[in-house]
């Protein structure tokens, strides 16, 4: 609900700071005090078209901040979120409107469009009047209404999936024939690349391992001579290894004349010739690993550049000709084949609109049921509303060719104000006074049905008296048991019915304070007992408030704290 509202420097108002509680509260005061401007910066705060002549004369800006205490799991919430909004405790929702006709818009004190702005206003508040964008009269808005009074999520759900569904077969059928069209139209092209890549036969990884084997292959070839040259030092006509063993067999020989210094020599020459035959088996072993095959390094050359060129020819990489054969080879079969997968998509797209359709009819019997049960219980409001020749229809279009995700209903909130004359649309039909009154009706009935936690009802007493305001003030109170309600109005019945009593009324401004010129400005104070008597009184006597006026003033009250 809301919780705080303040305005800042917008038309008449300079400074104000009202807060608000649940039940009913009512806005009064004499015509041109500001109720007008009042509603006006509100609605501004929800995101409303933003006008340059809102800003209070003399000033270069304008601001209304509105602070709401809504549950956690509010769909007001989940939009604020969506925008990458911190919703952590109230939301805040400020709007700035400068005097050259620009505005900019906050939630939380981040900025948002004002599209978020309005997205988020609407789950808080509705308001209802005599304006065309203040009422609840969007015939986009009926059908949602008609459900959630029917309790129909199942159904919409329900045919919501059966549309998803049907755009989806849709999707892959012309998916389908697209593909076929294609198929048919390259079917030469097609067949001779599929004949081309099955002869080549590539495979996922071949260039690369073609490339390291072909690389392996040219560097053996290089360093094979000088493995070649340093094997004939250590085994050739000039292997030092002879001389070497001959020194050695001498040494041995002498070992017992003079071992002290023979020894060491035998040791070390002997591991020089271990040395040299570990040296000669590695060269051994590098020729024999150098050694390959001309013509191999041929062919794998040879098929190295032909999957090269069968890459820059379809314009894919080596390793994606794999996958691109399997492609084109299965828009070959889809030429052959083609029709019956069309046929199968055919029928499946045949048997998704059928499930849609007996989705979307069970529905649509549905609304039909529960437009008469709505059509009834708001028939039941409308008598003590001075609508008692009045009828209330929900008119149901249905049009089976005209169908999306929440079915082939459109539904539309019209009115008979008087018998004999034409049922139309409310907003075409009925007066102001009269769409208010059919508005409030209709909410009374709809009161546990989603209603956004606080509505706003302006001047909808607006030329009925007596008993019709009296009834319009139990309506209103009978909504605040369940949603924070707040009324502006020139009805003392329904004033009398109010938990809280707000008072607008005009005020000088010292010159002083204003640099000498005189200003004007509204002002709104909460009012206690006996002020709340004095302004029933004088909604109800005028200008000159009579002692017989205070009486009934006390009597409206008294009647009122009874019936609550």
């Given amino acids: ?63 209304i901040t509105a602070v709401f205490d809504v549950a956690t799991g509010h769909p007001a919430r989940a939009i604020a979120a969506e925008a990458d909004i911190d919703t952590e405790g109230d939301l805040i929702l400020r709007r700035m409107q400068m005097a050259d006709g620009r505005t900019r818009a906050f939630i939380n004190d981040q900025a948002v469009s004002v599209q978020v702005l309005r997205a988020v206003g609407t789950r808080l508040v509705e308001i209802h009047g005599q304006h065309d964008d203040r009422a609840m009269i969007d015939p986009a808005t009926h059908r949602a209404i008609l459900d959630a009074y029917g309790g129909h999520e199942s159904g919409v759900a329900a045919v919501r999936v059966a549309a998803a569904a049907v755009s989806q077969a849709r999707k892959a059928l012309d998916t389908q024939r697209a593909r076929i069209e294609k198929a048919r139209r390259d079917a030469d092209y097609l067949r001779h690349a599929v004949e081309e890549l099955e002869a080549l036969a590539p495979s996922p990884g071949e260039e690369a391992e ?105 314009d894919v990489l080596p390793d994606e000709l794999a996958d691109l054969r399997a492609r084109f080879a299965a828009d070959v079969a ?36 529960t437009a008469a049960a709505l059509d009834a219980a708001v028939a039941k409001e409308l008598p003590p509303l001075k609508l008692e020749r009045a009828r209330f229809i929900t008119h149901i279009t249905v049009d089976e060719q005209s169908r999306d995700a929440s079915g082939f209903d459109r539904v539309e909130f019209w009115a008979q104000t008087n018998p004999g004359t034409r049922a139309g649309p409310m907003m075409k039909v009925a ?12 909410k009374v009935v709809l009161a546990d ?16 008296g007596g008993a019709v305001a009296d009834a319009i003030g139990q309506r209103l109170a009978r909504l605040a048991a369940s949603t924070q309600v707040m009324a502006v109005t020139h009805a003392p019945q329904v004033a009398a019915r109010a938990e809280r009593h707000f008072l607008i009324a005009k005020e000088s401004i010292a010159r002083e304070s204003t640099g000498g010129e005189e200003r004007v400005a509204t002002r709104v104070a909460p009012l206690v007992e006996e002020n709340r008597r004095e302004e029933i009184a004088r909604m109800l006597a005028g200008a000159t408030i009579t002692s017989e006026a205070r009486a009934a003033a006390i009597k409206l009250l008294e009647g009122a704290l009874a019936r609550h």
């Fill in 431 to 442: 007066s102001g006074g009269e769409l208010s009154r059919f508005m409030l009706a209709l």
């Fill in 334 to 369: 889809s030429i052959d084949a083609g029709e019956e997968e069309l046929a199968s998509r055919e029928a499946a797209l045949a048997q998704a609109e059928a499930a849609y359709r007996k989705a979307a009819q069970s529905l649509s019997a549905a609304r039909a049921k």
């Fill in 210 to 314: 073609l490339a390291a084997r072909r690389q392996e292959m040219m560097q053996a070839e290089k360093v094979a001579s000088e493995l070649s040259d340093a094997q004939d030092v250590l085994a050739g006509q000039a292997s030092p290894v002879p001389a070497i063993s001959a020194a050695l067999r001498r040494l041995e020989r002498r070992t017992e004349q003079a071992p002290q210094l023979i020894e060491p020599s035998v040791r070390a020459l002997d591991a020089v010739l271990v040395a040299c035959d570990e040296a000669r088996d590695a060269l051994e072993q590098a020729l024999r690993d150098a050694q390959f095959d001309p013509r191999e390094l041929e062919n794998v050359e040879e098929r190295l550049f032909a999957l090269r060129a069968a890459g820059r020819k379809y």
């Fill in 449 to 464: 049905r989603g209603s956004a936690p606080t509505l706003v009802f302006d001047e909808i007493d607006t030329g009925v």
């Fill in 1 to 63: 609900m809301l919780v705080q509202l303040s305005i800042r420097d917008i038309v008449l108002i300079d400074r104000l700071e009202l807060q608000f509680d649940a039940g009913l509260s009512v806005l009064t005061g004499e015509t041109g005090a500001g109720k007008s401007i009042l509603l006006d910066a509100f609605a501004l705060a929800l995101g409303g078209r933003g006008d340059g002549s809102l800003v209070r004369h003399g000033e270069s800006q304008g601001q």
